[in-house]
C-alpha cells in the first residue's frame, strides 16, 4: 500500500494555521516528490543547490534519482523514522522531503537548510579591551562553537549537544577539554542541564539561574562572558563551557570568586602592572561595599573614634537637615540606584548622558535644598563609582551594602563585625559544583596563588588550578633560551 499520500497529509496537518509553513511538490518521471520546510528559517538557495538542482540533473543524465540519499549534495542527510522527527526537523530549520517508493521503516529524509545568516561577532561592548581579540559571541550557537575550536585547535575538545525547553527545544552545547575538566564536575553539570523542567529557554540567563549552587544565592556561581578568547582561557584552566543557541553569553563552569578581579587584557600586560591593578580592584571593591556602612556606623554610634575636626565638619554641614545620616545615606543610595537604571534602560544614544547629568543636577539640588549633606554626598559618590569596577558582582554589591547599611545603622560597629564574620564565613563555605568559592584563599593553594593578586608572568603559571581539575596537570614547562644551561 502506498503511504506517501498519507504521510505527506499527516505531516502538513502539523503545521495548519502557520503561514510561515511552506510545501513543494514535484514530479521527476513517475516519481512524486514533496519538501516541506519554514520559510526564512530554511535557505530557499541551500534547498536549491542542495536538493532540486541535484534531482533534476541526475534525471536528466540517466532518467533515475533512486536512492534520493546519494544524490542529494546537503551535508548532512538523515533517514527519518516517524512524525515526530520529521516535526523536530521542520522546526530546527531543516527541509523534509517525502517522496514515493520509500523503503519500509522510512518516514523521508532531513537535509540540513537552516538558514544561519546572523550579525556579525563584533565586539562585546561589556567587555571591551584595548590589547586583544575585538570579536565576540553572537546568537548562533555553532558559531560560537567554531570560534572556540578555532581558538583551541585539539581532537581533545569535546562537545555534548542537549535540548533544553519543552516547547522552545532549545539548542544547548557543553564544550569542554578531555585531560582538564574534571569528569566529576562535567557529571554534575549534565545532570542539572537535563533536570532543567521548563517550557522555555530564551537566554543563557535561564539556564545560569537552573544550574547554579544555591536555591536564590546573591552572589554567582556561574561564569558568563561574551568574549571567545576569555572563554578559550577557561577551557585551557579546566572549567567547562555552556552554549546556548540565541543568546551571545556563554556561561562557564566552576565559578570563582578572584574571576571578578580578572580581565583578559591583564594577561597582556606587565605582571607588575597587572598585580597593581588588580590590587587596586580589590581595593575598590571593598570600598564599595564596607565604606558607607562603616561611615553609618562611625557617625551613628560611635562618634567618638572620629577625629575631632572631621565630627565637627560633618556636624555643620549636616545643620538643619530633616534626616539622620543613616537615612540620608539609604536615600541618596536609592536615588543613585534610580539614576543609574534609567540610564540604561533609556535609548544607548542619550543613557550615558541622562545618567550624568540626572546625577549632576540631582545630587547639587539634594544639598541646595537642605536634604542631603556634601560630606556623605562624597562618601556615596565614592562607594557607587567603585562599585562598577568589578562588573561581575556589580549587582549582587548593590544588594548586599545596603545590608550592610542597614545592620550598622542599627547595631553599629558590633553589628558591623558580626555581618562581616557572617559573610566570610559564609563565603568560605560556599562552592561552585564542589569546587570552594574562594579558593586559593581558602583552601590556601600556592600555585593558585600566582593568578590571584599577584600575577606571576603567564610563562611561570606551569600548573592548572588542581581545584578545578581534580589533578596535578603541567601547562608549561616555562620559557627557555639558548644561551641558558
Not at 530633616?322 to 534609567?342: D, K, N, Q, T
Not at 535609548?347 to 544639598?367: E, Q, R, T, W, Y
Amino acid at each position: 500500500m502506498e503511504t506517501y499520500p498519507m504521510k505527506k497529509e499527516e505531516l502538513a496537518s502539523l503545521f495548519s494555521q502557520m503561514s510561515d509553513f511552506s510545501v513543494r511538490e514535484f514530479s521527476l518521471g513517475e516519481r512524486q516528490f514533496c519538501l516541506f520546510f519554514l520559510s526564512n528559517h530554511s535557505s530557499k538557495i541551500l534547498m536549491h543547490d542542495f536538493i532540486l538542482d541535484p534531482l533534476m540533473r541526475a534525471y536528466e543524465e540517466c532518467h533515475t534519482v533512486f536512492p534520493p540519499a546519494d544524490r542529494i549534495a546537503g551535508t548532512s542527510v538523515t533517514r527519518l523514522k516517524n512524525v515526530t522527527e520529521a516535526k523536530e526537523a521542520v522546526l530546527s530549520g531543516f527541509c523534509v522531503l517525502l517522496y514515493t517508493g520509500m523503503e519500509e521503516g522510512q518516514y523521508g529524509l532531513s537535509v540540513s537548510t537552516r538558514n544561519e545568516e546572523g550579525r556579525s561577532g563584533t565586539e562585546p561592548e561589556t567587555e571591551t579591551v584595548i590589547r586583544g581579540a575585538h570579536e565576540g559571541f553572537v546568537e548562533s550557537a555553532e558559531q560560537n562553537a567554531m570560534l572556540l575550536r578555532r581558538r583551541l585547535k585539539t581532537e581533545k575538545l569535546k562537545k555534548i549537544d542537549l535540548t533544553i525547553g519543552q516547547i522552545t527545544k532549545t539548542a544547548v552545547s557543553v564544550m569542554y577539554l578531555e585531560d582538564m575538566a574534571d569528569p566529576a564536575i562535567l557529571s554534575e553539570l549534565l545532570r542539572r542541564l537535563r533536570g532543567i523542567d521548563m517550557d522555555g529557554i530564551l537566554d543563557s540567563g535561564y539556564v545560569e539561574l537552573c544550574i547554579q549552587d544555591g536555591r536564590y544565592a546573591v552572589y554567582p556561581t556561574v561564569g558568563n562572558s561574551e568574549r571567545p578568547d576569555k572563554v578559550a582561557g577557561k577551557l585551557l584552566e579546566g572549567r567547562i563551557a555552556v552554549i546556548v543557541d540565541g543568546s551571545p553569553v556563554v556561561l562557564t563552569v566552576p565559578y570563582l570568586f578572584c574571576e571578578a578581579i580578572q580581565v583578559a587584557e591583564d594577561y597582556s600586560k606587565s605582571t607588575y602592572y597587572a598585580t597593581f591593578v588588580r590590587v587596586i580592584r580589590f581595593i575598590a571593591m571593598l570600598i564599595a561595599l564596607y565604606l558607607p556602612a562603616l561611615f553609618v556606623a562611625l557617625t551613628v554610634w560611635h562618634p567618638d573614634l572620629l577625629p575631632p575636626s572631621f565630627v565637627e565638619t560633618l556636624t555643620v554641614s549636616r545643620e538643619d537637615l530633616p534626616f539622620s545620616v543613616f537615612a540620608e545615606v539609604l536615600l541618596i543610595f536609592g536615588l543613585f540606584e534610580v539614576i543609574r537604571e534609567v540610564g540604561l534602560r533609556m535609548p544607548k544614544a542619550v543613557g550615558s548622558a541622562v545618567g550624568l547629568v540626572g546625577s549632576l543636577i540631582l545630587g547639587d539640588s539634594a544639598v541646595d535644598a537642605g536634604i542631603a549633606s556634601p560630606t556623605v554626598m562624597v562618601f556615596v559618590a565614592l562607594a557607587a563609582i567603585c562599585n562598577f569596577i568589578v562588573p561581575p558582582y556589580m549587582n549582587s554589591n548593590v544588594l548586599y551594602r545596603f545590608l550592610m547599611i542597614v545592620i550598622s545603622g542599627a547595631f553599629g560597629l558590633f553589628g558591623f563585625f558580626c555581618a562581616l564574620s557572617v559573610t566570610l564565613v559564609s563565603l568560605c563555605a560556599k562552592r561552585s559544583f564542589g569546587v570552594p568559592y574562594l579558593y586559593p584563599l581558602a583552601p590556601m593553594d600556592a600555585r593558585g596563588l600566582a593568578d590571584y593578586l599577584l600575577m606571576l608572568p603567564v610563562w611561570r603559571m606551569r600548573h592548572a588550578p588542581s581545584a578545578i581539575t581534580g589533578k596535578d596537570i603541567v601547562r608549561a614547562l616555562g620559557r627557555r633560551r639558548k644561551n641558558e644551561n
